[in-house]
């Protein structure tokens, strides 16, 4: 559903390349407090589990997914668990308020993608960009100047100036992002707090989704007869009008004023194709008729001569048409199956006779 190229039920390069970058990003650079999840030691922990789900793929899947998942986590509430002894208790919403998993640090990937062999550099590149670029570079970092991963695709060499170039756009961008995902969380908690939309209803008024959806414009309906009026005096009236029903064919009529239907009636150049193929398709028969008539007299040549496939002195080979075997009649095959079948009728009765 996000990209054509995208097969049901089969990973392509892409999505398995973006799966181990977000793992890489976001498990190994250790920004989730794991200690936070353990339950009881050794025994009980809680799993946390990330799906990224495509919509529209419109290039910079990356950093799109990277956002993504960062701010599922922020937002994500565990529920609230208190052990006595050996008994643990999981508590309901409506008992005690969710607990928010633990972030340290929010990484966060910038893709920069090459042209010309580096000559020339874009940050975050479209789909059809994607398709023409020459490398990509992918940087995780977050808003302490941590970089967490790196990774560099395509066929290319980079030199240690671009590296730090890019490194220094990132930390700009990861400074950008990460101030806007901790307003849209805080408003966000406020509104929940305050019983108001949040969400995915929050979005459906704001048009938020729609993003491809016109404003609504006005339309002047202010003198619409004078304007129609215009328009039909300005026309140019039929050449013919014919009041009363017209008789094409038997079974056929035209109903209501207007011009005379010529649907039927061909013009002069359909006419003459349709005289040439009449013409082609009558010689096409004569000549058909020919060669079987050409056939069944050399065939009967055939019958009475013999035919000689070699003229030499030496060897001369001779092929003699076999005698035809005398046809069997319908009637003759009827009179052997009615015996055929009489006899293994008599055969079963004495059988039935014989038995005690």
């Not at 793992?23 to 922990?45: F, H, Q």
């Not at 459906?204 to 007869?225: L, W």
């Not at 011009?259 to 082609?280: F, H, Q, R, V, Y």
Request: glycine share 4%.
């Amino acid at each position: 559903m996000a990209a054509p190229g995208f097969e049901p039920g089969r990973q392509s390069e892409l999505l398995v390349k973006l799966n181990r970058l977000i793992e890489r990003c976001l498990r190994n650079s250790k920004c989730i407090d794991t200690e936070s999840l353990c339950v009881v030691a050794g025994e009980k922990v809680w799993q946390i589990r990330l799906d990224l789900h495509l919509l529209n793929h419109d290039g910079n899947i990356i950093d799109a997914a990277s956002i993504a998942g960062i701010v599922a986590l922020c937002h994500f509430r565990r529920p609230d668990v208190s052990v006595q002894g050996e008994e643990v208790t999981v508590y309901t919403p409506e008992e005690r308020d969710p607990v928010p998993l633990s972030i340290h640090h929010m990484p966060i990937c910038v893709s920069f993608a090459f042209f010309q062999q580096g000559t020339y550099l874009l940050v975050d590149p479209s789909e059809r960009e994607e398709r023409v670029m020459d490398g990509v570079l992918v940087i995780a970092m977050n808003k302490h100047r941590e970089i967490c991963t790196i990774q560099s695709s395509g066929g290319i060499m980079l030199v240690k100036d671009q590296v730090l170039r890019c490194s220094k756009i990132t930390a700009v961008k990861v400074a950008e992002i990460t101030e806007l995902i901790q307003k849209a969380l805080e408003n966000d908690q406020k509104v929940r707090k305050e019983g108001g939309k949040f969400g995915f209803a929050e979005s459906i008024p704001n048009q938020k989704i729609t993003a491809f959806k016109m404003e609504s414009a006005a339309v002047d309906t202010n003198n619409v007869e004078e304007q129609a009026e215009e328009i039909i005096t300005k026309a140019d009236p039929p050449s013919e009008v014919f009041a009363k029903p017209i008789l094409h064919t038997p079974g056929t009529a035209q109903i209501g004023e207007g011009i005379e239907n010529s649907w039927e009636n061909l013009e002069e150049s359909e006419k003459e194709e349709a005289a040439e193929e009449d013409g082609e398709s009558e010689a096409t028969a004569f000549d058909y008729q020919k060669m079987e008539s050409e056939d069944t007299s050399m065939m009967k040549e055939t019958k009475d001569k013999t035919t000689v496939l070699s003229s030499s002195e030496e060897d001369d080979v001779v092929i003699l048409e076999p005698q035809e075997l005398p046809r069997k009649t319908r009637a003759q095959t009827n009179l052997k199956e009615a015996n055929t079948s009489k006899k293994a009728f008599n055969k079963k009765r004495k059988k039935k006779r014989a038995a005690p």
